[in-house]
């Protein structure tokens, strides 16, 4: 079955811990973007990958890292530098060739930090 | 950057109506996507478009490029189609790849 997961579903962290989301796709999509999205609002940019071993900051950047050591996977660090953490973040995946980029989203995660 | 903006914010309606949802959108784009986010978060694709019209069953959308707006026809709704629909769009002269920028939303209740 093709698709984007994303794992886990639900995660909680003490202030100050570091943490880390995964994304993981089987579309052999090149394209690779993390959003988030706060209690009745649409989504934002934090980072973007376009191909292996290269990303780019969103919107939102600041306070997350990123890595894309394969197609497959495109994981999330929230870091303690990030002031309001608790958010539901999504990733989605999209082609890039013949100027096509519908992106497609996995489940998301929601993390609360307390 | 771009300004998305989705008209109503919310919308009440009986089982079997139909409706209309808006998007206005600020400049040149070269990708516009309808969602439909359920209440459990997950973002299901509806539509690629754009431009020009898609119909999918009792959904379909009509993007008017030159005008900078797009319209979701949702015609006999049911109580699964509650939720909130967003619009979102890749502006054409962006500089981050790709990104998506949305619009706020419409929650739509469908009542039985």
């Known amino acids: 079955d093709g698709g984007i997961t994303q794992s886990p579903k639900y995660l909680f962290r003490k202030e100050g811990q570091n943490v880390t989301l995964s994304c993981e796709q089987n579309?052999?999509?090149?394209?690779m973007y993390w959003y988030r999205q706060d209690p009745g609002q649409g989504l934002r940019l934090i980072y973007y990958?376009?191909?292996?071993?290269?990303?780019q900051k969103g919107d939102i950047a600041e306070g997350y890292s990123v890595s894309r050591e394969k197609k497959e996977s495109f994981p999330l660090t929230v870091t303690s530098a990030q002031k309001n953490p608790t958010a539901f973040y999504l990733c989605?995946?999209?082609?890039?060739?013949?100027?096509?980029?519908?992106?497609?989203f996995g489940p998301g995660t929601r993390l609360t930090v307390t | 950057g771009i300004q998305v903006e989705q008209s109503p914010p919310d919308l009440i309606l009986q089982e079997g109506a139909n409706s209309t949802l808006r998007c206005n959108f600020s400049?040149?784009?070269?990708?516009l996507q309808w969602f439909h986010q359920n209440p459990w978060g997950q973002l299901i694709n509806l539509f690629y478009i754009p431009s020009g019209t898609k119909q999918n069953g009792r959904l379909s959308a009509t993007t008017v490029a030159t005008e900078r707006y797009s319209l979701l026809y949702i015609s006999s709704s049911q109580t699964t189609d509650s939720g909130v629909y967003f619009c979102?769009?890749?502006?054409?002269?962006?500089?981050?790849?790709?990104?998506?920028?949305f619009g706020q939303g419409t929650i739509l209740t469908v009542h039985p």
């Open positions: 979102a769009v890749v502006n054409a002269g962006g500089t981050s790849y790709g990104k998506l920028t």
């Open positions: 990958s376009q191909i292996v071993n290269d990303f």
């Open positions: 579309l052999n999509h090149d394209a």
């Open positions: 400049d040149s784009v070269n990708n």
């Open positions: 989605a995946s999209s082609r890039t060739t013949a100027g096509v980029y519908e992106q497609y």
